[in-house]
């Protein structure tokens, strides 16, 4: 059996929160997942899931309070598996004194890359990643996008097997969030192992073989995206001619819009039956019934969402 | 040295170098030791003794006051601005990115330690149109202000790896003004009762003895320096500072750096 890229074994984290009587508030509950390598594995979860404090537990900048990872079989403190990493933080500021060559060299050096590669490499990598023509720029006026696009230049300058990116498509405008995109589909048909955190869903949709859903630090869901899709409730749209007929099904359906005597509902599964019958009753003219399939939004917010709590 | 701490060194120093506060301090010195001789013709006959004094003062306290405020924002300023996530998640150690800090913060200082030398060397030879065999305590002079650098550099860096900012910067100041009394500190040691005396002696002993690196007047004055102080010296400056990054290096490798 092949060795997966990435266990998580029960890694937990809390913070001493209070100043004179602390109390331990916990960031993240004993967390277990693999992923295989070759996969891009989306890890999910609304802002403050957990998500970033997993990634700093991975990346050892922050330690755990209990629990264990492995990266390629090897435990995850060992610097020596670092040269088989590459990590992109969440909205990255770099040395921003430096060219972007220099700071890849910098990073490269650290990665112990030789000066060879290093010269040969760098120019191709900035180049792959769109920024060919930016030469002795200083970083500090690189627009947002371009910084990103540094950001994976330096996470895989060292040619890593596993490359772990938080929100890399974050803050991003529409077309720098298309050529990120890009970028990760290049590292996914190179083999890479690719592990990133978001909460933005079609992205993940579009790239993830796999996905994790976490909440308040705790794991939620994960599996394949069409899995998770198909376990959101089946729901149908029906449209109908005559109004009238609303009244009596409106406590059986969600959604409702209507365009003149066109009426557009969606209901669960389950409730068609009931409510083609009540059409009938009330004489109105079916248009059409459609299956909507579930998305992974649908997923994701039935997992994420609390019940409402009403304050005193 | 490994590629790693050399890589990170080399950075140090060319934020260092590429930070524009930095070339105002070294102008400012510049001009400092420059209108030196204008003390001179103040106190006519004492141009030179006046000279040594303001210019290797100046060259003391701007490298302090560097020394402090870059290296107080050496680690704070990475985990605030982040760039540290991208150093830790790499092959780097702990260790090797506080010393390599250390280090390049340290470079930053003999460099601009020997420009100013320079800049002092030119200004004496216009004041007094000749150089004499006792200039050379000068370097000497020189030399241990930069035994100073290395001390108050790591001690900063102590600070800075459990302190904030300002508290690091307030510590190691004071630490430095302590030390340099420290010899005085020695004295009412000696002469102290009881517990007064316990730990007047133990301060005495924690706190850099700034004063034995301070030769300023005596090279000022043409008195020799006895070569067992350079070896004590270097000794002490050298075992201090690996004493105090040891310290940094125990705190920082547990930390979580949020």
Redesign the interface.
């Known amino acids: 059996m092949q060795t997966p890229a990435l266990e998580i074994l029960g890694l937990a984290k809390s913070y001493a929160v209070g100043f004179l009587r602390k109390t331990l508030k916990p960031a993240l509950q004993p967390l277990h997942l693999a992923v295989e390598e070759g996969e891009t594995f989306g890890f999910l979860g609304p802002n403050g899931a957990g998500k970033t404090t997993t990634l700093k537990l991975l990346m050892g900048i922050v330690f755990p309070t209990s629990g264990a990872a492995r990266i390629l079989g090897h435990d995850f403190h060992d610097p020596d598996i670092k040269k088989q990493i590459g990590f992109l933080p969440e909205q990255p500021y770099f040395y921003d004194y430096l060219s972007a060559p220099e700071l890849l060299d910098y990073y490269a050096q650290l990665c112990g890359v030789s000066s060879d590669a290093r010269r040969k490499k760098i120019p191709e990598l900035l180049e792959r990643v769109g920024l060919g023509d930016v030469g002795k720029t200083q970083l500090r006026k690189f627009s947002k996008g371009m910084l990103q696009r540094v950001g994976i230049a330096q996470a895989i300058i060292h040619d890593p097997k596993i490359v772990f990116l938080d929100e890399p498509m974050s803050g991003l405008d529409p077309l720098g969030r298309r050529e990120i995109r890009e970028l990760l589909q290049e590292l996914k048909q190179q083999g890479k192992t690719v592990f990133f955190s978001t909460h933005i869903l079609s992205d993940a949709e579009a790239l993830c073989d796999r996905v994790a859903v976490i909440h308040k630090g705790e794991l939620r869901g994960i599996g394949v995206v069409e899995d998770l899709r198909s376990k959101t409730n089946a729901r149908t749209e029906v449209v109908w001619q005559g109004s009238g007929a609303l009244v009596s099904i409106a406590h059986l359906v969600t959604e409702t819009h209507a365009t003149g005597e066109i009426i557009r509902a969606v209901a669960s599964a389950q409730d068609l039956d009931m409510i083609l019958e009540k059409l009938r009753q009330q004489r109105a003219q079916l248009i059409s019934v459609t299956p909507v399939h579930g998305t992974l939004e649908d997923y994701f917010l039935t997992h994420t969402s609390e019940p409402e709590t009403v304050k005193a | 040295m490994s590629?790693?701490l050399?890589?990170?060194t080399f950075?140090t120093f060319?934020?260092a170098v590429?930070?524009r506060v930095l070339y105002n301090l070294i102008i400012f010195v510049l001009l400092l030791v420059a209108s030196a001789p204008l003390f001179g013709q103040i106190s006519i006959g004492l141009e030179k003794l006046i000279l040594v004094n303001v210019g290797l003062t100046s060259i003391s306290i701007f490298g302090i006051i560097i020394a402090i405020f870059i290296g107080i924002g050496l680690v704070s300023k990475e985990i605030e601005?982040?760039?540290?996530?991208?150093?830790?998640?790499?092959?780097?150690?702990r260790w090797e990115f506080i010393t390599g800090k250390y280090l390049g913060l340290v470079l930053t200082l003999v460099v601009n330690a020997v420009f100013m030398t320079i800049g002092f060397f030119v200004a004496l030879f216009i004041a007094t149109r000749t150089f004499t065999r006792d200039d050379a305590g000068l370097l000497l002079a020189i030399y241990f202000i930069i035994l100073q650098f290395f001390i108050v550099t790591a001690i900063t860096l102590l600070f800075s790896s459990f302190s904030s900012p300002i508290f690091s910067a307030v510590f190691a100041f004071a630490l430095f003004v302590i030390g340099t009394f420290a010899e005085d500190l020695r004295n009412f040691a000696a002469l102290a009762q009881g517990v007064t005396k316990w730990l007047a002696t133990g301060a005495a002993w924690l706190v850099p003895n700034f004063s034995a690196l301070n030769v300023i007047s005596q090279v000022a004055h043409g008195d020799p320096i006895r070569p067992q102080l350079v070896l004590f010296n270097t000794v002490y400056a050298l075992l201090y500072s690996v004493a105090a990054m040891a310290v940094a290096v125990l705190i920082f490798e547990?930390r979580?750096?949020?």
Request: proline fraction near 4%; charged fraction near 40%.
């Open positions: 590629s790693r050399a890589a990170i950075n060319r934020e590429r930070d601005k982040k760039t540290l996530y991208t150093i830790l998640s790499r092959p780097v150690r547990r979580n750096l949020k």
